[in-house]
């Protein structure tokens, strides 16, 4: 196949599992949120990342043993800006509401995850100076405008439907919303800063299509590391909230719940599973345009699951037209970065 069409091929399918996670976290019931989320999270960051590892690497305490601690420590630094991303989420919502919460913060990761590492390597002249630089940045502005477009369509659903940000304030929502995205974008200078990890993966012959899985157990450790504080924080100190008291529930209610936390946490880990199999297909002097591919497809993909799950079953043809037309620039802009890369 060709890799221009693997690479985007990938990507797409990591997004799809990105911006369906939250279906079976949304099916928890009588759970607080932050023990739904610590079961995600033990999977997604911890789990399967390490466990992915042993299977690729012959000697798994060896491999990270050997590693240059200044590589290590850049990685799980950035993780852990990721990690501060991912808390700064549901604040976001909070003073928002979902779809304008959602739109700033990707829109905000988007820029950010995509042109910095270019900056970081001198890589971005190449974007004003070459054709093919040209052309992917037309596709990056593209996508902007698409994820513009799907966000103002989820905002016409939710003023539709009655839906209100739970505390609606503009200037908070708007400040977090870009710490949020510009933090979130941690995972994508943590995926650069890792490239020495990926780089001795190789070098002890695990396939390129495999090769940056490694680097996950130091980045989303990082992550861990910030989410799980903020979760057993909260549930340390609030007194509506416990641990206890979530696992006190009848044995069904929590093997449902522990499930549905589970494959919650799953899919978001299969999100970057799948985004290093897409960016094994980019040519390394090219690898800022993966990060815009994610991002933007995670906005696509949320907006089809959305259909497919009803939730814009009772809003106006308009709004869902505006919808569709989003969704078709987004993927117009794929299409421009292919091309790009093809040039």
Known sequence: ???IISAIGWHMVGAASAASFYAPIGKVKKWSWETTWAVAGVFSWVLLPIGVSLVLLPDFAGFYGRLDSSVVLKALLFGCMWGVGNVNYGLTMRYLGMSLGIGIAIGTTLVVGSLVPALAHGQILSLFTTRSGMVTLAG??????????V????????????LTAEQFNLKKGLMLALMCGI???????????????EAAARQLGVAPLYAALPSY???????ALVNFAYCFGRLALKRNLSLRADWSQPAGVNTRNFSMAASGGIMWYLQFFFYAWGASHVPEKLGYVNWMLHMSGYVLFGGLVGLALGEWTKVRRRSILILWAGMIIIIVAANLVGLGLAI
Do not use: R
């Open 1 to 3: 196949m060709n890799p």
């Open 183 to 197: 933090f979130s974008s941690g995972m994508s200078f943590a995926i650069d800063a890792a490239k020495p990890i």
């Open 140 to 149: 990056m502005v593209v996508a902007l405008i698409g994820v513009g477009v």
């Open 217 to 223: 157990v130091i980045i989303m450790g990082g992550g």
């Open 151 to 162: 966000t103002y369509a989820g905002h016409l659903k939710e003023q539709q439907l009655g």
